[in-house]
């Protein structure tokens, strides 16, 4: 039987870093087993803001890659001010920390670029496609967003090819994300990036969500929305086993942050907790560490070295995926952080399920009653905080030291299956 064809349209693709990229990445990986064809369209010259070679061995064989050319003016941008390389991954100085360059960049941001910065691939690549469609037979056009200027391209091409079948999906949110009421928006501005989106839920066939909170939200704006999250890939995590369980050392009870942190997520009440449980447990004090592994933001960083934390700390810095993944293994808790506004209750970061198939447990903050917090709950892998709480953090943590001190903080996580990458792709394949 022929295969289905189904061309995705994505910024991010190898050796792109970071969380965007391998959502499509696995996908793309997988489809074939189930039938489908992927083909990428992505652009040939993107600014990356974090780049990892390792993923580049994920990328299926044989699989057709069509590039053109972008123009992006991150390049004026950082000229202009330093710190805008943190707007490419949706990052912000917020509140005393932003000097006037950067309330000028994000204003620019906000109200010349809509939906962003990559719009100006737009035009070209509607009408590169619009000629590939007709010369190729795709059964299913996928775009991926953030950037959401790319929904444009499946926006301009489903007008154009009313008969086209397109999938609208969401890594983000796009008006719900927290950051956009920091992106100083004019009236006129705010009523433009509302009126795409809602022209993109209206006229994809399928959108879809990363969590069921934000396919909640899409289907009350008039969208065709389904949750399909994002998952861990088995063979990442076996390879994981084997190289984390030939190192024989005995650490330290290790608290571990992977990936990038912001201002805008920054657990303040678990750094104090942590630097009272030190000054008050010698025993603690003498077994805990701190590790960071990724991008932790310069002041986040500045403020947990002035404080008793200063001589726990281990920050490894950013290191690709592969070795991520065994710092992970390498650890006794691992940390999550979310937006702690109400509207960000829908975010499920996608390194939750990696840090799912670690086994390891999770603590976890954000709005009360998040995703996340459900997930937990399900899978017994750690419990979910509020920015409010304290006392209930120091107790979770001296109980899982506890356990460690005593060899008996053993994985206790159940039904991850779910979330394995391959069985993802098995639903989305339903869907398509």
């Known amino acids: 039987m022929e295969q289905k064809k189904i061309l995705i349209i994505t910024y991010y693709w190898p050796p792109a870093g970071g969380p965007g990229v391998q959502r499509w990445l696995k996908f793309a990986k997988y489809l074939p087993e189930f039938g489908w064809k992927p083909i990428i369209f992505t652009p040939e010259n993107p600014s990356y803001p974090l780049l990892d070679e390792s993923l580049l061995k994920d990328i299926p064989e044989n699989i057709d890659i069509v590039k053109t050319k972008i123009w992006e003016p991150y390049q004026l941008a950082e000229k202009l001010n330093k710190s805008n390389k943190k707007f490419k991954a949706g990052q912000f100085d917020v509140g005393k920390n932003q000097s006037w360059k950067s309330k000028l960049s994000i204003w620019v941001r906000g109200n010349f670029f809509i939906p962003d910065a990559r719009v100006f691939w737009v035009k070209p690549s509607v009408k590169f496609l619009q000629q590939y469609l007709k010369e190729n037979k795709i059964d299913v056009v996928v775009t991926s967003g953030p950037p959401h200027s790319l929904h444009l391209i499946g926006l301009n091409l489903k007008k154009k090819l009313p008969n086209l079948k397109w999938i609208a999906d969401f ?122 592994v990724g991008r932790i933001d310069d002041k986040i960083l500045n403020t947990i070295e002035n404080s008793g934390l200063k001589n726990h700390i281990l920050n490894l810095g950013y290191i690709s995926h592969d070795k991520a993944i065994i710092e992970m293994q390498n650890s006794d808790i691992l940390l999550i952080t979310n937006f702690p506004n109400e509207s960000s209750k829908g975010i499920i970061p996608g390194k939750i399920f990696e840090y799912l198939a670690t086994g390891k447990q999770i603590i976890s903050f954000g709005p009360d009653q998040a995703d996340v917090s459900k997930i937990l709950n399900e899978t017994n892998a750690g419990k979910h905080f509020s920015y409010r709480d304290s006392e209930s953090i120091k107790n979770f943590i001296l109980e899982k030291f506890g356990l460690w001190k005593n060899g008996n903080l053993l994985e206790t996580t159940q039904n991850i299956e779910q979330f394995s990458r391959k069985n993802l792709t098995k639903k989305l394949v339903e869907i398509l």
């Open 171 to 292: 890594r983000d949110p796009w008006t719900e994300i927290s950051y956009y009421n920091h992106l100083k928006l004019t009236k006129s501005s705010d009523k433009k990036h509302r009126q795409l989106e809602s022209n993109v839920f209206k006229n994809a066939d399928i959108t879809l969500a990363t969590s069921y909170t934000d396919a909640e939200n899409f289907r009350k704006n008039g969208a065709n929305a389904v949750c399909i999250t994002n998952g861990f890939d088995e063979t990442d995590a076996s390879q994981t086993h084997k190289s984390s369980n030939s190192q024989t050392f005995k650490q330290k009870f290790t608290l571990s942050y992977i990936g990038v942190l912001e201002q805008l997520r920054n657990p303040e009440n678990l750094w104090k907790a942590l630097d009272d449980l030190v000054k008050t447990h010698s025993d603690f004090a003498e077994n805990f560490s701190l590790k960071f």
